[in-house]
T-cell receptor, first 114, second 114 residues
Framework: SQQGEEDPQALSIQEGENATMNCSYK?????LQWYRQNSGRGLVHLIL?????REKHSGRLRVTLDTSKKSSSLLITASRAADTASYFC??????????????FGRGTQLTVWP | EAGVAQSPRYKIIEKRQSVAFWCNPI?????LYWYQQILGQGPKLLIQ????????DSQLPKDRFSAERLKGVDSTLKIQPAKLEDSAVYLC????????????FGPGTRLLVL
């Protein structure tokens, strides 16, 4: 499968702590994206990191990409109860001269306790 | 800017019945996607449209699923006849360019087949 696979499957922390989620994939990618999904809702795009980038920041989010290890991590600093959600990584895979589909992993369920 | 709209939000049907879902993408977005998300899993692409043409339907069970995007705007996804294993959330997403870029998701339609 070309899917990204997130680790851990579930993560439970206290407010104010940092949360780290990892994603591993199998094939060469054009970019990797992280999405958040609150219960019963659609997915919300968080951040996109391209294959030639190593690190990207957006507010309390920090994403790293290691193409040699085919892995990425998402760090949420100073977590809040509102960060409770499922987090998915999605890989955009090269296919010929055009970009192919997005492959989603199974997600990490993050619970942040007040 | 209005987001991706989907209807209905919930649908309960019996197996062998038919059902249709509707999606209105973000205005101006050329690319539209339908995903199936089974409980506990990440979204799986069913079909991708570029304007009103199908780009990728390799994962669409064509014996029972069909989709169309008339005039390159709204889209409908139909299941006929439904099976128990079709119970899932059906997500519509759109993007301004290709599938490797940021996708904007609707709230989804939760389907339960009894």
């Amino acid at each position: 499968s070309q899917q990204g696979e997130e680790d851990p499957q579930a993560l439970s922390i206290q407010e104010g702590e940092n949360a780290t989620m990892n994603c591993s994939y199998k094939t060469s990618i054009n970019n990797l994206q992280w999405y958040r999904q609150n219960s019963g809702r659609g997915l919300v795009h968080l951040i996109l990191i391209r294959s030639n980038e190593r690190e990207k920041h957006s507010g309390r989010l920090r994403v790293t990409l290691d193409t040699s290890k085919k892995s990425s991590s998402l760090l949420i600093t100073a977590s809040r109860a509102a960060d409770t959600a499922s987090y998915f990584c999605a890989t955009a895979v090269n296919r010929g001269s055009t970009l192919g589909r997005l492959y989603f992993g199974r997600g990490t369920q993050l619970t942040v306790w007040p | 800017e209005a987001g991706v709209a989907q209807s209905p939000r919930y649908k309960i049907i019996e197996k062998r019945q038919s059902v249709a879902f509707w999606c209105n993408p973000i205005s101006g977005h050329a690319t539209l996607y339908w995903y199936q998300q089974i409980l506990g899993q990440g979204p799986k692409l069913l079909i991708q449209f570029q304007n009103n043409g199908v780009v990728d339907d390799s994962q669409l069970p064509k014996d029972r699923f069909s989709a169309e995007r008339l005039k390159g705007v709204d889209s409908t996804l139909k299941i006929q006849p439904a099976k128990l294993e079709d119970s899932a959330v059906y997500l519509c997403a759109s993007s301004s360019s290709g599938p490797g870029e940021t996708q904007y998701f609707g709230p989804g339609t939760r389907l339960l087949v009894l």
